[in-house]
C-alpha cells in the first residue's frame, strides 16, 4: 500500500511538472516525440526515426535558448476576502524586479486548487466504499485522488530595475474550504514558444472558499414571533435585556440600574425607565452532516442548499441559528446584530461529514434550544425512523417545520412525508444535480 500511495505521488508530482515547464504546443511535440521513438526502434523504418530526431532536436533548442530566469524577484498576492466555489474569480500578483537589468516576456503561474488529497481522506473514502458494497448498495463512482489543480496565468509588462508589475489571473476552485496557496512561478518562454524556465517563490496564502449557493425565493417562513430571554440586546451582548419603553415614578423593588438620574434630579423625586420584554422570530436552520463519505455529492449539495437558505432568509428583524454536529454540537447565530450571514457561510465552508456519532446528538442539540424557536428550516440527508422523530417532535411542540432532503441513497419516488402529511408543500426532495431548479421553485 506504501508503494502504491508513494508510486500514485510521483505521478502526480510528474504530470505537474510536464504541465508547467512545457507550453500546450511543447507536450504536443512531446507526445509526438514519444510516439515516433516507440515505432522508431524499427531499424527498417528510417523515416520515424527522423520525425523522433527533429522533434527532439527542436525540444532540446528550445531548451538551451529559453536559458535561466535568475535573480532576486518580490511577489506580492492580492485575493480577495472570500470566494465562492464553482464561480470564477479574479485576482492580482503583483512582482518586483530585483535584478539589474529589464525582465521581458515574464508570466505568472500559479497553481489553484488542491490536486493530491489527503491520505487519511482516501483511507475514509475507501472505507466507506467497502461497507456500501458489503451492504448491497449502490456503489459510488470512485473518486479521483490525483486530479491536477486549475494552472492559472497572467503575463507582466516588460519590468526595469526595482519596477513592480502587476499580472491579473483568473482562476475557480471547485471544493469549497480553506485553500491554501503556497507558492507563485514566474516563467519565460523560449522563443519557438515550446518550454518554459521556472523561477518558484514560495508565498504563503490561506483563502476561504464559500459553498455554492442558488437562488431562493422569498420563503413563506414558518412560525410566530417568541419571547426571547434576554431581548435582542442579551443577544448583541450589550446592555440591558429589555426594550426601553417610558418613563415612570418610582416603585418599591425597582432595580437601582433603571433609575434616571437626570429625571431625578428635574423633578425632585425619583423616576425609573420602565421595559417590555421583547419579541421576535427566530429561526433555526438544521443541517444534517451524519453520513460515512467524505465529501459526497449529495452531502455537498445539503450544504449547498443551507448556504443558500441563509443568504435567503431576512435577518433585518429576525435570528437565524445555524446547528449541526460535527466533533461536537454547534450552534451560530446570525441576524439582529448578533452576527452576520458572510459569518456563517464561513461556517458552512468548514463543515465536514460526522459518521463517528449519532443522529440524537442533533436531536438533543434542537431540543435544547426549542423553547426559543419560531420555525425550523431542516436540510436532512436522508428520510427514515430518527430524522421523521425529530420532525414529530419539534411539531408536537408546536414548531413549524420546513424539510428538504438531499437523500444520500436513493428514496422512493414518491416517498411518505410522515409527520408532514398534513403539509406535503413543506416536504421537498432535492436533487443534487437540479438544485438550481428546484430550489427556485420553492416558495
Known sequence: ??????????????RRWLRRRFTPAGLVLLVAMALSGS????????????????????????????GWLRGRFEVHRELPRFVTAGVPFRYRVWVRNGTRRVQRGLVVLEEVGQGWVDPAERVLWRRAE?????SFRPVMRRRRFWRLPLLCQGALPPLAPGQVGVATLEAVVWRRGLLEMEEVALARTDPLGLVRVLRRLRVPQKLVVLPRRYFVPPLDLPGQPRYQLGGVALATHVGQSEEFVSLRDYRRGDPVRHIHWRSWAKVGRPIVKEFEDEFFVRHALILDTFTDWPEHEAFEAAVS??????SAVPTQESLLDLMFVGPEAYRFTAGRGVGHVEQMLEVLASVRPCGTRPFAALEQLVLQYAGEISGCLCVLLAWDGPRRGLVEKLMQLGIPVRVLVVPVDPLPERPDPGPLRVRPDWFTVLEPGRLEEQLARLS
Open 1 to 14: 500500500m506504501g508503494g502504491r500511495r508513494r508510486a500514485g505521488r510521483g505521478v502526480h508530482r510528474f
Open 39 to 66: 515505432m522508431g526502434v524499427d531499424p527498417d523504418n528510417a523515416m520515424t526515426y527522423q520525425v523522433f530526431s527533429l522533434l527532439f532536436g527542436l525540444l532540446l533548442a528550445s531548451a538551451v535558448s529559453a
Open 130 to 134: 467497502r461497507r456500501r458494497m458489503r
Open 305 to 310: 442548499v443551507a448556504a443558500s437558505l441563509a
